[in-house]
Every structure is written in structure tokens, then in C-alpha cells.
């Protein structure tokens, strides 16, 4: 089985400037790249999950997302990273939509996943999906945790080099 390393994408890959589906408005986050390289040199499957709920809105559509995913795609293959897959929803009403478990359990099953071995990176509490495997890490300041540090049901850290940080120590 193997292991993955579960990414948001807005907040965690590029810079949280909300409905973002341009590329020319993609602005990466400190420390993405260097958390790619980690988990690619530890045999992690990097995999994005991120709700694209802007499609439903219609203010962009689920061409651009795909549009925009294979640019970004690009952006890490130029640094010689691998981005193995990317996951989206576009749907309110979805058993596929962050916190709803359905795009991890959709990447469990493509690539034989042993979830608890796996991790999610995100910065909003409905990154803390509804199954139980992963470990969760939030990113602090794009999004309320207060919940979360109340309940223990993620760590939360201040940049994701103290992710890559913490990854090094567990691992
Ligand atoms: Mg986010």
C-alpha cells in the first residue's frame, strides 16, 4: 500500500485570494515546494483536494479548473516536483465536498492508499475530514481554529516550513 500526502490547494499550494482560476493569479505559498520535495523523496503520492464550489456559483468553470490545475502541474514538473494527482469539487451538495470524505476515499481507492499512514495539509476546519486514517495539520491565519485547538482533532502550526518541521520529526 502506499502512503500520500494530501494538499489543499487555496491557502496551502497558492495564496487564499478567494475564486482564484486564472494562473497569472496564482501566487504560491512560502515553503510548498520544499514540502513537495520532502514528500516526493519519501515516497509520499502528493494529491490536491481542493472544493472549486466557485464552479457551482458560476463564476468560473470546471474547464478552468482543469485549465488552471494542469498549468500548475507544469509550475512543479519545471522544478523537477511531482504533483501525482488533483482532486476537485465542484458541488455544494456533495458526498465529494471538503469535510465529506468522498475525494479521499475516491484517491484511496486509485492508488491503494493506507490512509493511516497518510496526511492532510490544510488551513480551514473543513480540511478535518470525516474519516478516520489521516492525521490533519492546519495552517494558521487564513481561516478561524479556535474549534480545533479545543478539540484536538488537528495540530496546527504557523508555516509550512514548521509543517515539513514536524513531518521530519514524526516520520
Ligand atoms: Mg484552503
Redesign the pocket.
Known sequence: MKKALFL?????LNI?KTYIYRFEDIEWVEGIFELVEYANKNNFLVIVLTNQSGVAQGMYTEEDVKILHEKMNKHFIGLSLTVDDWFYCTEYNSDRRKPRPGMMIDAQLKYNIDLTQSFMV???VS?ILEISGPRTFLLRG?YPLETVAKHHSAEIFNSLAEILEHLKKIL
Not at 8 to 12: S, T
Open positions: 489543499d490547494r487555496d491557502g496551502i487564499d490544510g488551513d480551514k480540511d487564513n
